[in-house]
Structure formats: structure tokens, C-alpha cells
């Protein structure tokens, strides 16, 4: 806006870029809420999403996940079964 009119705002990437703030709205097709649609997201000024605290929580325990196969696989290779540790 400038004074008292809206001026044209131009996309970068199909996302409106708002450097003040170091934050970019995009289009995301995905599922919130179990709606599945397009929607309005907020994102870094590269194009990453913002994730909801849902997001997050879901991401640190598929990271938590993958991190102990991994710890497990790596004790099986050291003839050591994971499933027999207390």
C-alpha cells in the first residue's frame, strides 16, 4: 500500500516475498484438518514451508524414529540384538 492505495504486488515463484519480515505466502496443495485442497501457506523466502506445531511434533518423531533404526541396525551389525537390552 502506498498512502491510501494498494499497489500491484509481483510474485516470485508464484510466492509473495515480504523481506521486512524475512517470510514468503505461498500455495501449497496438501491435507490440514483431513481437508485436502489448496492452500494458503506461510514459508521461508526460499520456498520452505513454515510448519504448524503439528508438523513439527510429527516430524521430530519420524526423526526419532529413523534414528533408532538406524542405532538398531547398527548394533545388529556389531552382532549385538537390540531387542535384548533392558
Known amino acids: 500500500m502506498v498512502g491510501d492505495r494498494y499497489q500491484r504486488a509481483e510474485l516470485n515463484e508464484g510466492r509473495l516475498l515480504l ?3 524475512e517470510i514468503s505466502l ?3 496443495q496438501g491435507s490440514f484438518n483431513s ?3 489448496l492452500w494458503l501457506r506461510w514459508m521461508t ?9 503439528e508438523e513439527k511434533a ?8 529413523q534414528r533408532a533404526e538406524r542405532l538398531a541396525a547398527k548394533l545388529r551389525e556389531l552382532g549385538i540384538d537390540p531387542d535384548q537390552l533392558s
Not at 58 to 63: F, L, P, S, V, Y
Open 45 to 53: 523466502p526460499e520456498g520452505d514451508l513454515i510448519l504448524t506445531p
Open 35 to 37: 481437508v485436502n485442497r
Open 26 to 28: 505461498g500455495l501449497w
Open 58 to 65: 510429527k516430524q521430530r518423531a519420524t526423526n526419532a524414529e
Open 19 to 21: 523481506p521486512d519480515i
